[in-house]
């Protein structure tokens, strides 16, 4: 009974490639999240969605493409990979206006 | 801009003994939140504070925001194994941006047996 689930755990790919990860939550949440770990565990918000509406886009190149088809899930979809994409992926969901959110467990992506 | 200065970075202690971290920052903050992130696994809410002067426990765990709202200590007592991972502070950001947090940079916690 995953609260927030993310797949893959881990993604390992050659630069130039096309990726994404999927996220689901089943809290009934009406906000969800998607922030970068990067190396040295430094975490920071990359979108925010709420009920399927992009709210926050924290000046992510535009070869990063959220998508949320409903208000439980929000995928994100890499273009053309980068070495400093390498880092760890977490989806997150909150209820709307607290700062108590929920993580998954992270995507490792390892761009080679 | 909206910098957390969270030390110290590591800490290295023994089992049994109490572990104090900080954060502080230039601004004026409304909400201090602690999570906790275990290898291989995303942060976990520890505690939430809200009021300038407050002091929550949860269980081991004490934490308390400063009266002037730029700082946060969080407190470990009687450390055991399992608090080895992560600590970071946030602040949350209210409002209309819909539950962003701000994180400090983080605290790695070894506990030895």
């Known amino acids: 009974d995953t609260a927030v689930s993310q797949t893959p755990k881990y993604l390992v790919t050659q630069m130039g490639n096309d990726k994404s990860i999927k996220c689901e939550q089943n809290l009934g949440h009406d906000t969800m999240y998607w922030y970068k770990q990067d190396s040295k565990k430094f975490l920071k918000i990359m979108f925010s969605y709420n009920n399927k509406e992009l709210i926050i886009n924290e000046t992510v190149p535009n070869r990063f493409s959220p998508k949320s088809p409903d208000k439980a899930h929000l995928n994100l979809h890499i273009n053309s990979l980068e070495l400093g994409d390498s880092a760890v992926y977490f989806c997150?969901?909150?209820?709307?206006?607290?700062?108590?959110?929920?993580f998954g467990s992270g995507t490792q992506l390892s761009v080679l | 801009g909206q910098q957390l200065n969270q030390s110290p970075q590591s800490m290295f202690i023994q089992e049994g003994e109490d572990v104090s971290m900080n954060c502080t920052s230039s601004s004026i903050f409304n909400t201090w939140l602690w999570y906790k992130q275990d290898p291989g696994e995303g942060p976990v809410l520890l505690i939430a504070?809200?009021?300038?002067?407050e002091l929550t426990s949860n269980g081991r765990l004490t934490a308390q925001f400063g009266i002037t709202r730029k700082d946060s200590f969080l407190n470990i007592s009687a450390s055991i194994p399992s608090d080895v991972g992560i600590y970071f502070c946030?602040?949350?950001?209210?409002?209309?941006?819909?539950?962003?947090?701000?994180f400090g940079q983080g605290t790695i916690l070894t506990v030895h047996p």
């Open positions: 504070l809200y009021k300038a002067g």
């Open positions: 946030a602040r949350y950001a209210g409002g209309t941006s819909y539950g962003k947090l701000t």
């Open positions: 997150a969901s909150s209820l709307k206006r607290t700062g108590d959110l929920f």
